[in-house]
């Protein structure tokens, strides 16, 4: 603790001023009756390849939205709230969809029925979807509708050294937010079809749950994979953790190689046979980020410019919250990766690893069980106990943020959030489970659509002015004359953009050879 406090005292105001933060914010499209929308991604919204803050994610039903770069939470969470009024004006108008506002997703059709995101016939159009397919036949796409809201932010004057360190104290403390922010503990039967897993039925309303759980989507359910499951990757440096990803991404697998490049008729069923198609592949809970230039490789871009900001991954959707995140939740993000960046945070190791990933499964399924104990360096404790150890070394952190800002706002998040851990059925993932029960007959499905309902009529009842509406609609004309023009513009096949764009020559080269050939 001495030394946080003597890391966050010697923290110019200046530097603090500089934090950064955006959001990306994914959300199924659905039908009034709780059934996914399998229609074409809105033309009002434009291009989802070109468009600056509306796009698709895994599936053409799956809305992402996405803010600039901010210098303070409550101008992010306008620009967000922005680009929610304009998406469901345009839904409005066009039928009657809405964003789903769960993570777990609307009822679904079978799984070759999900619609893939379409992004044109350019060749890094035709690509991403491919890379689609590919995720299909490796993971099923049903996995793949899962939404989440991902929070990137940056400190100016933090080095690679001084991100990874953040990254591994926050893979260590992950668990706090899963228990604090996971609202997800319920599912459609739907989402498990033909599926082993471990949830039990909630009445009779064809919903499955954990009874303390907090998360499914970040739980066995979720983004999980057999073959990434055999990646222990090391965040001590850029370096091996870029080493590692390198060998995914040039490593052949058996299971990809017998899908193959392309099926009997000629069309594509992935980008690569080797373990990651590419890097986005790679899930988990945070990752280091670079901005990168047009046809870059993200690997490359960390290994020549280093890394820029970190991308928080583990946030569920919170459905009481019309844009699915709220002030208070930032601010307390705000406050814990600061202290992820200043603790201490010694190298991890194989065996810490393999803690990280229990626990991680544990508090997803299990996190709100009473006495529930983690594994921490060999030893056990329980997840109260340390997550009360964690937010009380929060307190300094906030109120000096408050002091910079003015207020009161990062210390009552961190108050709010110590009370929500000793009472736990005030945690979202209680009150969703307290809602399917009581108001919702033990129907997800009902309690979700009820929700989606509420939150497109909050939306849609506020103020919209007409420049608003001007300049939305001139961003997705340019979007599509953006999209067209990259169209015009190719000029490779798409096989031979494809080869080149995987080959291990785009990766980068490790910083030692790269002095090498200095």
């Given at each position: 603790?001495?030394?946080?406090?003597?890391?966050?005292?010697?923290?110019?105001?200046?530097?603090?001023?500089?934090?950064?933060?955006?959001?990306?914010?994914?959300?199924?499209?659905?039908?009034?009756?709780?059934?996914?929308?399998?229609?074409?991604?809105?033309?009002?919204?434009?291009?989802?390849?070109?468009?600056?803050?509306?796009?698709?994610?895994?599936?053409?039903?799956?809305?992402?939205?996405?803010?600039?770069?901010?210098?303070?939470?409550?101008?992010?969470?306008?620009?967000?709230?922005?680009?929610?009024?304009?998406?469901?004006?345009?839904?409005?108008?066009?039928?009657?969809?809405?964003?789903?506002?769960?993570?777990?997703?609307?009822?679904?059709?079978?799984?070759?029925?999900?619609?893939?995101?379409?992004?044109?016939?350019?060749?890094?159009?035709?690509?991403?979807?491919?890379?689609?397919?590919?995720?299909?036949?490796?993971?099923?796409?049903?996995?793949?509708?899962?939404?989440?809201?991902?929070?990137?932010?940056?400190?100016?004057?933090?080095?690679?050294?001084?991100?990874?360190?953040?990254?591994?104290?926050f893979r260590r403390h992950a668990f706090l937010l899963l228990t604090l922010f996971g609202a997800s503990p319920a599912v459609c039967s739907s989402f498990v079809e033909g599926r082993r897993h471990e949830l039990q039925s909630l009445g009779n309303g064809g919903s499955l749950y954990m009874p303390h759980g907090t998360s499914l989507r970040m739980g066995r359910l979720g983004y999980q994979s057999d073959a990434q499951s055999t990646l222990a990757v090391s965040y001590n440096g850029l370096e091996g953790y870029a080493a590692s990803l390198h060998d995914a991404l040039t490593r052949p697998w058996p299971a990809y190689e017998a899908v193959g490049i392309k099926n009997p008729g000629g069309d594509y069923n992935q980008l690569a046979t080797t373990l990651l198609q590419i890097e986005n592949e790679f899930y988990g809970t945070i990752r280091p980020k670079r901005v990168i230039f047009p046809g870059e490789r993200p690997l490359h871009a960390l290994r020549e410019r280093g890394v820029e900001?970190?991308?928080?991954?583990?946030?569920?959707?919170?459905?009481?919250?019309?844009?699915?995140?709220?002030?208070?939740?930032?601010?307390?993000?705000?406050?814990?990766?600061?202290?992820?960046?200043?603790?201490?945070?010694?190298?991890?190791?194989?065996?810490?690893?393999?803690?990280?990933?229990?626990?991680?499964?544990?508090?997803?399924?299990?996190?709100?069980?009473?006495?529930?104990?983690?594994?921490?360096?060999?030893?056990?404790?329980?997840?109260?106990?340390?997550?009360?150890?964690?937010?009380?070394?929060?307190?300094?952190?906030?109120?000096?943020?408050?002091?910079?800002?003015?207020?009161?706002?990062?210390?009552?998040?961190?108050?709010?959030?110590?009370?929500?851990?000793?009472?736990?059925?005030?945690?979202?993932?209680?009150?969703?489970?307290?809602?399917?029960?009581?108001r919702h007959g033990d129907s997800f499905v009902a309690f979700a659509r009820a929700q989606s309902a509420d939150m497109h009529a909050r939306l849609l009842a506020l103020n919209w002015t007409t420049e608003q509406h001007a300049r939305y609609e001139a961003m997705s004309v340019r979007s599509l004359n953006d999209q067209r023009a990259i169209e015009a513009a190719d000029a490779l096949p798409f096989d031979v953009y494809r080869q080149e764009y995987v080959s291990a020559q785009r990766l980068g080269q490790p910083q030692g050879e790269r002095l090498a050939q200095v």
């Open positions: 603790m001495d030394s946080l406090l003597h890391r966050l005292y010697a923290l110019d105001n200046e530097r603090l001023r500089g934090m950064k933060r955006g959001l990306e914010k994914e959300s199924l499209r659905a039908q009034p009756d709780g059934k996914l929308a399998l229609t074409p991604h809105p033309a009002a919204l434009g291009s989802a390849l070109t468009h600056p803050h509306i796009t698709t994610d895994y599936s053409e039903s799956q809305l992402e939205l996405i803010t600039g770069v901010h210098s303070s939470v409550e101008a992010c969470l306008d620009e967000l709230t922005e680009v929610h009024q304009f998406t469901v004006r345009s839904l409005k108008a066009a039928g009657d969809e809405m964003m789903w506002a769960s993570s777990m997703p609307c009822g679904l059709p079978t799984d070759e029925t999900i619609p893939l995101g379409r992004y044109g016939s350019s060749n890094v159009g035709r690509a991403k979807s491919v890379y689609r397919m590919g995720l299909g036949h490796r993971y099923g796409r049903r996995m793949q509708t899962i939404s989440g809201i991902h929070y990137n932010w940056s400190l100016p004057g933090v080095d690679n050294d001084g991100y990874f360190a953040l990254i591994r104290n900001y970190i991308e928080v991954r583990l946030m569920d959707l919170n459905p009481f919250e019309p844009i699915g995140i709220g002030a208070d939740t930032l601010r307390f993000l705000d406050v814990f990766l600061l202290h992820c960046l200043l603790s201490d945070s010694p190298p991890d190791t194989p065996e810490e690893i393999r803690e990280l990933a229990h626990n991680q499964h544990l508090t997803a399924a299990r996190g709100r069980e009473p006495g529930l104990s983690l594994q921490r360096n060999g030893q056990s404790v329980t997840l109260q106990q340390w997550g009360l150890e964690l937010i009380d070394q929060l307190t300094p952190l906030a109120e000096r943020l408050d002091l910079l800002h003015g207020g009161q706002a990062h210390a009552e998040a961190v108050t709010q959030s110590r009370a929500a851990l000793l009472a736990p059925d005030n945690l979202p993932s209680a009150q969703v489970l307290q809602a399917v029960r009581h």
